[in-house]
């Protein structure tokens, strides 16, 4: 084979330039390294509920899953899903035109964008963002457009400025990319200013696609509350969720999307060369998940919420801004306090400060000054390992 040359075309196509190696990989090989704990990539230290581990083999052992399933899910998990959606927020779904299994919401995700937008077109972003929303806009030709959630100091949360979004819509505006509970600020957005994100869309004719994956992780008086129940959004949103956080086998990748029959065809027609199917047997397990009483969830919650307090409350003690989140498993900080300033820098010395692992929020944002102060932990891990790292942190920061 001919060797590159520095004249040569890049392989990889300008599109994805910009996106290299993910944070997280960085990050993780970090903690690897030094042996620090790793609060930055968000998956649990424990596996889920043990019946639906065991409904897992089973499944395994029936044979049921362990040649290609069905291209849009197995019924039964279909059936599973169309009865959470109508059992938790009266959404009624066809389970055989509405809904669609997937390989994890990140695959969701993408196949919802590549199937919904052309080239030149405009998508809407919070901002900071799962890191994915920017390579599948990217992947699909279109063009994002932040709009920054700011810290709010006297609620302690991030707020969406509803009159931004409104100023960011154009006539090549297709699409609103929301996410909430919302990764990584830790807001939920209000019925409030759902109405108006709804009201927004339906008076510019726009699609949404709403990532809902932290549904169940709602804390306080906060209130999740789906898109697509509030008038007008059925017939033009996609809703994206996943079993990965809700019952703490993200490794399972099962996801899913709901919405009206010509949006999830859409959606369909994309996921199908994507990976086509995946996740057999954990498809069968998926959906006796979704059926375990309400108390799981109540306990799951609460369970998440005395972590979220162990987490933030030492985090404080050591000297941190935090921003306590109404919902997901990550606490956002301003380190400034601690005389930082710069994120990227602050996670990189981390490990070997303090043998703990976090990640920098500015990785999230198109505007990187505004994400700059800004560092993300995840407290979706043992007690025992949340209280070592932030006694830690405590000896690294504290004064």
């Given at each position: 084979?001919?060797?590159m040359t520095?004249t040569?075309?890049?392989?990889l ?10 944070i ?11 042996g620090?704990i ?11 509920p043990e019946?639906?581990?065991e ?19 197995v019924p ?11 059992r938790r927020?009266?959404?009624?779904f066809?389970?055989?035109t ?18 919904l ?15 994915s929303y920017?390579a ?5 030709g279109?063009?994002?457009v932040?709009?920054?959630l700011?810290?709010d ?5 991030f707020r969406?400025d509803?009159?931004e979004?409104?100023?960011a819509v ?8 929301i ?5 990584p600020?830790?807001?939920?957005l ?17 699609l949404?696609v ?13 209130e999740h ?8 959004m059925?017939e033009?949103?996609v809703?994206i969720?996943s079993a990965?956080k ?7 990748k ?11 065809t859409?959606v369909?027609s994309?996921?199908?060369y ?6 057999g047997?954990?498809?069968y ?7 375990l009483?309400d ?18 409350d030492?985090?404080?003690?050591a ?5 306590r ?17 710069d ?14 692992v976090a ?10 000054d505004e994400g ?16 070592d ?7 690294a920061?504290?004064?």
């Open positions: 084979m001919t060797p520095s040569a075309r890049p392989l196509n300008r599109r994805l330039a910009e996106f290299g190696t993910t997280f990989a960085e990050m993780s090989a970090l903690a690897a390294a030094t620090a790793n609060l930055g990539q968000g998956f649990p230290d424990t596996d889920g019946e639906i581990r409904a897992a083999v089973r499944a395994l052992r029936d044979g049921r899953g362990n040649q290609y399933p069905p291209g849009p899910g039964e998990l279909r059936t599973a899903i169309a009865e959470h959606q109508r927020y009266g959404l009624a066809d389970p055989d509405e809904v669609l299994v997937t390989a994890g919401a990140t695959e969701a995700i993408a196949a919802a964008l590549l199937a937008l052309e080239p030149g077109d405009e998508v809407i972003a919070l901002e900071p963002y799962y890191d920017a599948c806009i990217a992947m699909a279109a063009t994002r932040p709009v920054t700011r810290p100091p006297e609620r302690a949360r969406l509803l009159d979004l409104r100023d154009t006539d090549r505006t297709r699409l609103l990319l996410n909430t509970p919302h990764n600020t830790g807001t939920v209000t019925r409030e200013e759902l109405a108006a994100i709804a009201e927004l869309a339906v008076e510019r004719n726009l949404v709403t990532d809902e994956v932290y549904e169940h992780l709602v804390f306080d008086d906060a509350v789906p898109l697509a129940t509030l008038p007008g059925r033009r949103t809703t969720g990965g809700t019952f703490s086998f993200t490794g399972w099962v996801g899913w999307v709901t919405g009206a029959a010509e949006l999830v859409a369909r994309a996921k199908q994507l990976t086509y199917v995946a996740s047997p954990f498809q397990a998926v959906a006796e998940a979704l059926r009483p108390s799981y969830f109540e306990e799951f919650r609460a369970d998440m919420r005395s972590k979220r307090e162990l987490l933030a030492g985090l404080e003690q000297g941190f801004k935090v921003f989140p109404a919902g997901t498993y990550f606490v956002t900080t301003d380190i400034r306090p601690l005389g930082e300033s994120g990227f820098a602050f996670c990189r010395a981390l490990p070997e400060r303090a043998g703990v990640i920098p929020n500015a990785v999230f944002y198109d505007h990187r700059a102060p800004f560092v993300r932990f995840a407290f979706c891990k043992r007690g025992e390992v949340l209280a790292a932030t006694e830690r942190l405590h000896k920061f504290a004064p």
